[in-house]
């Protein structure tokens, strides 16, 4: 971990350190080991396993946050972080509401992951492609439980609890607001950048938001009621 300035943490994994099972990548590729639909083929396991070790020399991993304590909840659908609004709708508000402070987080697991998944996908190689692109996912979910496990511990100090996390183009919160995210980084945090449409590269990177205070809670994700079906936490 590094301290960059009072409030700003930025972590760097090696991807051993993230311990990621073959059973979380089959999952988020939508095969189940219960028997039942979409049982896993045979050659699957041994194709993430090779492909897990090539992304050992690939991948950067980074992520971090920053803590801010000027937080304002207006009616159901805006958060206001530092005179920053952001209008992430109730789902999220909900969670959030009793939240002293805030963290804002991005995280990546570098570009190599991209680079490896379009070429084989341009050699011809769609299975092998998608599963690089998958473990690309769980590299950077995996990390960024990590750095969620970071933050908890370090507010346990002060005994409070945190929210889960939520990302721009879920759950209501339009995917152009992550540049008011990455407006609370210095440029170039983890090597991440906006794209005209504000969407990262590198691709496999997350960034968002977690509530902070004594009478928060981590409460299910309101799956039911969000109309993205590609979602990882609704798999």
């Not at 969000?226 to 936490?233: A, F, I, T």
Request: charged share 25%; with cysteine; proline share 3%.
């Amino acid at each position: 971990m590094t301290l960059l300035n009072s409030n700003i943490y930025e972590f760097h994994y090696h991807i051993l350190d993230l311990d990621i099972p073959i059973s979380m990548i089959t999952g988020m590729m939508g095969y189940s080991d219960k028997g039942y639909h979409d049982k896993i083929p045979d050659n699957i396991p041994g194709l993430i396993e090779e492909y897990l070790g090539k992304t050992t020399e690939i991948s950067a991993i980074k992520g971090g946050y920053i803590i801010c304590n000027d937080v304002k909840i207006i009616e159901d659908k805006t958060i206001i972080v530092d005179d920053v609004e952001f209008h992430t709708d109730e789902i999220i508000t909900s969670q959030i509401r009793n939240s002293e402070m805030i963290a804002l987080f991005i995280c990546t697991a570098g570009a190599g992951i991209d680079t490896m998944s379009r070429s084989l996908y341009a050699k011809g190689n769609i299975l092998d492609s998608y599963i690089v692109d998958t473990i690309g996912s769980a590299i950077v979910e995996s990390a960024m439980d990590k750095i969620h496990e970071q933050l908890a511990t370090q507010m346990e100090f002060f005994e409070y609890r945190l929210t889960n996390r939520f990302s721009p183009g879920y759950c209501g919160w339009e995917v152009e607001e992550q540049r008011k995210v990455f407006d609370f980084f210095p440029s170039g945090f983890c090597g991440i950048r906006l794209t005209d449409s504000s969407f990262m590269y590198p691709s496999k990177s997350i960034s968002g938001i977690i509530g902070i205070g004594e009478n928060v809670q981590s409460k299910s994700y309101h799956c039911a009621d969000c109309m993205r079906r590609e979602c990882n936490y609704r798999k």
